[in-house]
Structures are given as C-alpha cells and as structure tokens.
C-alpha cells in the first residue's frame, strides 16, 4: 500500500504531484561498495520488467533523482533497488544511509529499453551485465514471461571481486527455489559469475570469456547465435561498447521499443 500521506508528514518539503514518497522496508549491505534496499509500492504504479525510475531523497528543497533500474518483478508487491556506494556521491551519499522506516522519493514514469518488447523472438536469451548492472535482469529473470518467451535465460555478471557477486548468486537461487516462480524457471536459468581481480577468472572480463568460449564451455551451452539468441547489455560504459561490438561483429542488430531488434542496451546510467 502506498505510503504517501505518512511519508508526506515526515519530509521537510511538500511532495510534487509527479513523485511518489515511499517508505523503506528493508535495507542489506553486500560490501563497502553495494547494497540493496526495499520499500513500499504505491498502489497505482506499473512497470515492465527491465524498466527504471528516476529516485531521490527527501533531503533537500530541489532533491537530487538518479535513474535506477527496478530489481523487482512487476509482480512483487514492493520494489527492490540494487545501488553502488559512491564516497560523495550526490545521491549515494545519503541513499546508502538510509534505514528501515525512511522515506524515498520516486517519480511516476518508469521507462527503459530492457524490456522484452525491444526484442524480436527466440530461444536464448543472454543477460550481459557488470556490478550494479545486473539489477534490471533481477527483474528480467523473476519475470513468468521471460520463461515463455525463451527456452534458455543465461544471465552473467562480472565484478571486481568474489564478495560483490553475492547479490547475484542469492537472486539466482532465491528464484529457482521460489515457490511462484520455479514452475516457469525450471532448468532454463543459467548464471555465469566471473571476478576478474580474484580466482581463475582473473583479469578475464566478460569480452574476454566470449571471446575465448569460456562462458559457453563453462555453462556447456552453445556460442552466441544471431539467428536463434537474443541479448540485453547493463553496465559500464567501456564493457557496454565491447559487447556491442561483439554482437555486431556477428550479426546482431540493436533493438528499441518501436523497431525490435536482437539485442537491447541501456544507456541511460553507466557506472
């Protein structure tokens, strides 16, 4: 239930019509670096799942909004945020203090280009995502449609370190495992988590295990095919052109919300 007229008493500024105040209701800690964090859903917001808000904090005349892609699926009756901790950030500075009973703001349109609508049809889908990119494929991936559409959802991540793919390794699991959701999954997740400061994944980012197939021999799947696989890419700036690159280089062509394509990207936030 939304929390606007309780949320709306404890901010020091009134509330714009065109922004929803919500209240956290839970706030995990995965490194000095990463965190998550749930709140209250107003009743009356829809989203696809892929999409992103623009949020902020109720801590100043004009807040600060930043765009964070929803961790959520459509179906969650709240909304889940998966956020790097920046020293000094204008948001993150504050947002990654916030605690259980706090207030978040969050304007009402969501948007974004990580939607199954981007996409013509197929039978794989690939999930391309580094650090705080995997959010959107959080969504992706608790999605029934997702497993309707695709007869494999391979989702990778790639971090600095082992600890900062924790968030990852949890939502695969917690998703298998799910009692609504491990009906429609199956065996069609597949995820592929690589540190490229520690272990055998070592200076390897994800270009580098699509390019000498240790991606594809790891999950014991078959390399990437433009006439049968589908793509979305989540993440910095450097690994979201490299991807881009591969992908062109075999036959890919970028999709958006009016002309599908074989691969999506997004680039309203890189880290």
Not at 136 to 149: C, G, H, L, N, Q
Not at 153 to 170: D, H, P, S
Not at 255 to 271: I, L, Q
């Amino acid at each position: 239930m939304s929390s606007v007229a309780t949320s709306e008493a404890n901010t020091a500024f009134p509330i714009p019509a065109n922004v929803f105040a919500e209240t956290v209701t839970a706030v995990k800690h995965y490194t000095d670096r990463l965190f998550s964090f749930r709140m209250t859903r107003p009743q009356s917001f829809r989203f696809r799942s892929g999409e992103f808000v623009m949020i902020g904090l109720p801590n100043a005349e004009k807040p600060v909004y930043r765009a964070y892609s929803i961790a959520s699926p459509a179906w969650d009756e709240e909304l889940e945020f998966f956020s790097i901790k920046v020293p000094g950030g204008p948001l993150t500075e504050h947002l990654q203090k916030i605690k259980v009973g706090d207030t978040v703001l969050m304007r009402k349109k969501p948007t974004g280009t990580l939607v199954h609508d981007a996409l013509i049809p197929g039978k794989r889908l690939f999930l391309f995502s580094t650090g705080t990119g995997i959010a959107p494929f959080a969504s992706v991936i608790r999605d029934p449609e997702t497993y309707e559409k695709f007869d494999q959802v391979i989702l990778t991540q790639t971090c600095r370190e082992n600890a900062e793919l924790n968030y990852g390794r949890e939502l695969v699991e917690n998703t298998k495992n799910d009692e609504l959701m491990s009906e429609f999954v199956g065996d069609k997740l597949h995820f592929h988590a690589s540190a490229t400061r520690e272990g055998e994944t070592r200076g390897h980012r994800v270009t580098t295990l699509i390019e000498n197939g240790k991606l594809f021999t790891d999950l014991a799947i078959e390399p990437l095919n433009p006439e049968t696989d589908r793509a979305m890419i989540c993440g910095s700036m450097a690994m979201l052109r490299e991807i881009e690159g591969l992908l062109q280089a075999r036959g890919f062509e970028e999709g958006a919300n009016n002309k599908p394509g074989t691969y999506v990207v997004e680039r309203a936030f890189v880290d």
